[in-house]
């Protein structure tokens, strides 16, 4: 498992996705998650402490976890399955542990709620993490030989990332880890 910080979130110029890019605490290994442009909304306000005359659903849930009693432990990027990523949301109530399964982009829009950490799963990091240059900032690529073996990944499964990866290409990340950190830094639960 390893612990996460939002590092920034995008949008591809060319078809409009959003991608949040998650970044490993000490590492220039990123992970980025397509979301919705909702969930991207909500995130990116709660970041920058935007304040909105009504909750929005993230408010929302997280006032009703905090007025049961409990709190949001952790959450974590926990799989990664055809293309598409799975969380889960630990939440701590009356002493025990609960965990909630989500999507990635909700389950971190609670997490900037309420100051929780963000962790990823090894296994998704491993398949789906890209390695960013310290000096350019740029994705680092290993070929395609180099990358199956390193990930463990057949021709087919590489062959289903291709456009995840080809999406990540697009992106302008040079200023990935030069920019400012958000305001929410994830600490260790």
Sequence with gaps: MQQMDIDSIRVSLVNYQRVVI?????SNRCLPIWIGPAEADSIT???????????????????IISSL????????????????????????????????????????????RADAPIYADDTVVEMAGVD??????????????????????????????????????ELDVDDIGQGKKPPHSHGAA
Excluded: W
């Design 22 to 26: 998650l970044r490993a605490k000490g």
């Design 45 to 63: 306000m709660r970041l920058r402490n935007e304040e909105v005359p009504r909750p929005m659903t993230h408010d929302l849930v997280q006032s």
């Design 69 to 112: 009693g409990a709190s949001i432990g952790r959450i974590i990027v926990s799989d990664l399955s055809n293309d598409t990523f799975y969380a889960k949301i630990i939440i701590q109530c009356n002493g025990s542990q609960i965990e909630i399964d989500s999507r990635p982009s909700d389950a971190i829009a609670l997490a900037v």
């Design 132 to 169: 960013v240059d310290e000096d350019t900032g740029k994705p680092v690529s290993p070929d395609a030989d180099a990358e199956r073996e390193d990930r463990g990944m057949n021709e087919d499964e590489l062959k289903r990332l291709s456009a995840f990866t080809e999406f990540i290409s």
